[in-house]
């Protein structure tokens, strides 16, 4: 997007996985549970915890038999099944949202093992309203409900986050719930919170190696089928997201489908994305200081939706509607989204209309 010459995602998250599939084969994790198939579209995300920030640990496609050992309740979840805040726990201990699972049995709520603490008892105090309860440790994830000020909160292990500073204390401290949100501790008083383990590292994403000309023969429905919906020229749309994901290869694209770097406002992620991704960012101001941040970025289930977006997001956002009026002329198209502060490359423009000339994208220009 207009302000990716100025954000860099940090090095670390950039390899966190698409996923490779779980380890094991099918017969194995059949070997106990409850047996369910996996409905998507494309590919399922596989993670450690029952929530979209949990980490990333593999990959189940769809008609994927898997053996799921009980459920517990995490954040809510619009999927191709059903919308629940249902989260089925594998018998390797992973996680899935039930908005992608079909199975004809029951399956039982997990229960903690016997002798095992449960949670931490907190009492939220706030000067400030009630304080928001997310589904992630920082202030860019969706707020899921309120606690009021006196409310109690079951707390089973902290995480470190955004730095919010609240009634009771400053601090970067997350409060993860036991139903698998988070509250800031900034706003809890509550005895000794022992930290969460950390996360599993997700293998690196293996990204298919793609020729140009392989790239832009996967990316021109997505961007005609933008220009149909929103009037945004498929040349324009093909030339951005090679220059904006390196054909492909960013950790943007690689991992999450989003060629664009669109980001989540507020938790919300529109009507082509299937939810958001918190990244750890490097931010610089125009005296060229830079500091550590967090963002919210978009995540898709096909390059198609990740272009529709883009699509979507230019027609909606007033800034560039003088670009509108040059829908079937690619290169004042690009010129009008510049000059609004799409970008703050000088030479934005020429790259795109460089890399339209060089690779033919006119071409796949429908009105013609």
Same mark, same amino acid.
């Given at each position: ?74 954040? %809510? !979840?619009?999927?191709? +099944?059903? /919308?629940?805040?249902? $989260?089925?726990? =594998?018998?390797? &201990?992973? #996680?899935? *949202?039930? @908005? ?62 955004? %730095? !919010?500073?609240?009634? +009771?204390? /400053?601090?970067?401290? $997350?409060?993860? =719930?036991?139903? &698998?949100? #988070?509250? *800031?501790? @900034? ?67 690689? +991992? ?10 507020? &938790?919300? #992620?529109?009507?082509? @994305? ?95």
């Amino acid at each position: 997007m207009g302000h990716t010459t100025r954000r860099l995602l940090t090095g670390a998250l950039l390899v966190l996985a698409a996923g490779a599939g779980l380890a094991g084969s099918p017969a194995a994790a059949q070997a106990a549970g409850i047996s369910a198939t996996i409905d998507v579209n494309s590919e399922l995300k596989v993670r450690s915890g029952p929530s979209w920030s949990a980490a990333v640990v593999g990959t189940l496609a769809d008609g994927r038999k898997v053996a799921v050992d009980c459920a517990v309740t995490g954040q %809510k !979840v619009t999927g191709k +099944v059903r /919308t629940t805040d249902q $989260w089925d726990r =594998l018998t390797n &201990g992973r #996680y899935v *949202s039930h @908005a992608y699972v079909r199975t004809s049995a029951a399956i039982p709520a997990c229960v903690t093992s016997v002798g095992s603490p449960v949670h931490v008892t907190g009492r939220i105090r706030t000067s400030d309203g009630a304080v928001n309860v997310r589904t992630g440790p920082s202030t860019l994830h969706a707020v899921v409900r309120k606690a009021a000020d006196g409310s109690t909160v079951k707390i089973v292990c902290a995480v470190a986050g955004a %730095k !919010v500073k609240g009634t +009771v204390r /400053t601090t970067t401290l $997350w409060d993860r =719930l036991s139903d &698998g949100r #988070y509250v *800031s501790h @900034a706003y809890v008083v509550s005895g000794t919170v022992k930290a969460c383990p950390p996360a599993t590292p997700a293998p690196a994403p293996t990204v298919p190696a793609q020729t140009p000309a392989q790239f832009i023969a996967s990316a021109v429905p997505g961007a005609q089928q933008g220009w149909r919906e929103y009037g945004v020229p498929a040349s324009v749309t093909i030339a951005q997201a090679i220059l904006e994901s390196g054909w492909g290869r960013s950790g943007l694209s690689a +991992v999450d489908r989003n060629y664009f770097g669109i980001k989540c406002q507020n &938790g919300n #992620y529109g009507p082509h @994305a299937n939810g958001c991704h918190v990244y750890e960012t490097t931010e610089c101001d125009k005296a060229g200081k830079c500091f550590a941040t967090s963002d919210a970025f978009r995540t898709y289930a096909s390059m198609g939706r990740s272009f529709r977006d883009h699509g979507h997001f230019l027609r909606n956002n007033k800034r560039y509607a003088p670009a509108f009026a040059h829908t079937k002329d690619a290169n004042k198209f690009i010129m009008a989204v510049w000059k609004a502060g799409y970008a703050t490359d000088p030479n934005y423009y020429d790259k795109i209309t460089k890399i339209m000339t060089n690779y033919d994208l006119y071409r796949y220009d429908t009105w013609k």
